[in-house]
């Protein structure tokens, strides 16, 4: 080991808990059981319009432009919109109904928990995530994995998003960790590898899209968490 870490701050949705495979399923529950199916050619239709919008949104979002408000109510009411529907009332039913089932949803990223035990008895554990509160912590309990982390910083805490540098400070403070001995890990490349390395703070990229235009070496480059277990 190169450097003597102390402090691991981990990134939750596709890093630990399978935002992607979570969400994919709670999607096609919910496009059927509120009959979307009307409207779309299929479900695989409806989740590229969503899913494209909702990038765009979330990038307004991050930049302040937009409240989470409005993201939540545009990103579910812009499917049925773009395919001439303009039914606000089931958009929100759908988009409530999703938000109660998607974090009961358990799935894992391969060996999360293995990892999360050999690192668990070696090294203080956070979660540092631009998720919402009121999901975060319920997805954790949900997949079994909520009692390895000392705290949870999120984005609602301070109302700012990786990358921009406030939020490691924050979590660098209310964790009191120092950066020196400091490292997050994360797929996310803009959120948390450019995020953390513009405040000087180690990271690891959980590569797990198999990106290779990387503007800069990343501290550590892994494509499975059990690398995790021989970097620390």
């Known amino acids: 080991m190169a450097y003597s870490y102390k402090n691991l701050f981990f990134d939750l949705d596709d890093t630990l808990w399978a935002f992607s495979e979570n969400a994919h399923d709670t999607f096609e529950e919910m496009y059927f059981k ?25 990038a307004e979002y991050g930049d302040g432009r937009i409240t989470k408000e409005d993201l939540n109510r545009q990103r579910f009411l812009y499917p049925l919109e773009a395919v001439g529907v303009a039914d606000a009332a089931l958009a929100k039913a759908f988009s409530d109904d999703f938000f109660s089932v998607i974090p009961t949803k358990s799935k894992l990223m391969p060996f999360a928990k293995e990892v999360l035990d050999y690192l668990s008895g070696k090294y203080r554990l956070y979660i540092l995530s631009n998720g919402f509160q009121e ?98």
Request: hydrophobic share 35%; proline share 3%.
């Open 34 to 58: 509120y009959h979307y199916d009307r409207y779309f050619y299929s479900f695989e239709h409806y989740y590229k319009i969503y899913q494209d919008r909702n990038l765009e949104l979330w």
């Open 135 to 232: 999901l975060q912590c319920h997805k954790m309990h949900s997949a079994g994995i909520a009692h390895y982390f000392k705290k949870v910083i999120l984005s609602d805490d301070i109302g700012v998003l990786k990358p921009w540098p406030e939020i490691f400070h924050f979590a660098l403070s209310a964790t009191q960790s120092e950066l020196k001995d400091s490292l997050m890990i994360g797929d996310s490349w803009d959120n948390d590898i450019t995020g953390a390395k513009n405040v000087g703070m180690h990271q690891v990229f959980y590569n797990v899209n198999g990106k290779t235009d990387l503007p800069f070496r990343p501290t550590y480059h892994i494509t499975n968490l059990k690398d995790l277990m021989q970097i620390l």
